[in-house]
């Protein structure tokens, strides 16, 4: 094996470990809406929370979710990644897997979402997929920009942004600038993405 082989498998081994972890973990309670049967590799899970933090993003953005997700993974469950905070005790602030069950589930999810990209086919966004996949583990960081070309912090939506424009260069959702005392500086909220050219596989509770 070359040494570039080496390397990608090098990278994969944690996200792959994660993978099967996440898959033979215990059920939840039932999530609030059943996985749509024809989701794909790559598609989008928009979340509106329950706490105070989503109702806040709400506000600020003006939209209706708060949190997103990637799906990396359908069967023999649906696996999705997300850049959280608090969800996972054992792993807190940092790039999570998790399954359909507990990404939606009611403890944390009052309505659900489920949209393709469109402007990607089926290579790219399983590709997109990997690449989220791949930042399993990495530290959360939540900062607004003043330059959304220069190094990202990482967070629900920096995440998907960094994955879909390794494929798409010039996927360029809207920054919003917020001026407040300790919010100050452009940030991507969920609301844009779900601006973008996307089909709806699902728009629930």
């Given at each position: ?14 996200p ?22 024809s ?13 105070g ?17 990637i ?18 005790p ?11 069950e ?104």
């Amino acid at each position: 094996m070359d040494g570039g082989h080496v390397g990608r498998a090098a990278r994969l081994a944690a996200p792959l470990a994660a993978l099967a972890l996440a898959a033979s973990a215990p059920l939840p309670a039932p999530p609030l809406l059943a996985a749509p049967a024809s989701m794909q590799a790559g598609d989008r899970v928009f979340r509106s929370g329950t706490g105070g933090e989503s109702a806040l993003i709400r506000q600020l953005s003006g939209g209706r979710y708060s949190h997103v997700g990637i799906v990396v993974q359908t069967a023999p469950r649906v696996l999705i990644a997300h850049a959280g905070t608090d969800e996972e005790p054992r792993h807190p602030n940092q790039v999570l897997l998790a399954t359909w069950e507990a990404f939606a589930s009611r403890r944390w999810a009052q309505t659900l979402a489920v949209a393709r990209p469109r402007f990607l086919d089926a290579a790219q966004r399983a590709a997109s997929a990997r690449a989220a996949a791949a930042r399993v583990g990495q530290a959360f960081e939540l900062r607004p920009v003043d330059n959304p070309a220069a190094p990202l912090p990482l967070y629900c939506t920096t995440l998907l942004l960094e994955a879909v424009r390794a494929q798409a260069p010039a996927f360029a959702p809207a920054w919003q600038r917020l001026e407040l005392p300790l919010m100050r500086g452009d940030y991507l909220f969920p609301h844009a993405l779900a601006q973008q050219d996307v089909h709806w596989l699902l728009q629930g509770e």
